[in-house]
């Protein structure tokens, strides 16, 4: 299962960062508008409490005798990660900021693919 999880990171998170850094300021523009929704905010809040709690799930997964795989470490940081990005876009909302954070979170995206991508050759 380990596996499966790490390929379907790589690919996910691969895409998500290429289109962070091909297409910034589009994908601000995208957000932005999404935030215009009436409770888009609270609830962009909302999800990334959900992200940081499967993230802390995954956490204590791996402290248990049988959890120390490189899958459980992946999706913990995955989950942070994606709980990082709805709290900020949230956070901030202006054209600007979600430009720059689109960027860095594509940096991060490609960042943990090209990790993943590593750690599947140890699975």
Same mark, same amino acid.
């Given at each position: 299962?380990?596996? +499966? +999880?790490? =390929? @379907? *990171? $790589? #690919? $996910?998170?691969?895409? &998500?960062?290429? #289109?962070r850094l091909l297409l910034p300021r589009r994908f601000a523009e995208l957000q932005l508008e999404r935030f215009k929704a009436t409770n888009a905010i609270a609830k962009a809040k909302m999800r990334s409490l959900l992200f940081l709690v499967?993230? %802390? !799930? @995954?956490? &204590?997964?791996?402290? #248990?005798? =049988?959890?120390?795989?490189? =899958?459980?470490? #992946?999706?913990? *940081? @995955?989950? !942070?990660?994606?709980? &990082?990005?709805?709290? @900020?876009?949230?956070?901030?909302?202006? /054209?600007?900021? /979600?430009?720059?954070?689109?960027? /860095? %979170?594509?940096? %991060? +995206? /490609?960042?943990?693919?090209?990790?993943?991508? !590593?750690?599947?050759?140890? *699975?």
């Open positions: 299962m380990g596996k +499966y +999880y790490i =390929w @379907f *990171v $790589v #690919i $996910v998170a691969g895409l &998500a960062g290429i #289109i499967v993230g %802390l !799930v @995954f956490g &204590a997964i791996y402290f #248990i005798p =049988w959890g120390h795989q490189s =899958w459980i470490i #992946i999706g913990t *940081v @995955f989950s !942070v990660l994606s709980a &990082a990005e709805a709290y @900020f876009q949230a956070q901030y909302p202006t /054209l600007e900021a /979600l430009v720059f954070q689109s960027r /860095l %979170l594509g940096i %991060l +995206y /490609l960042g943990l693919a090209a990790g993943s991508y !590593v750690m599947l050759k140890k *699975v």
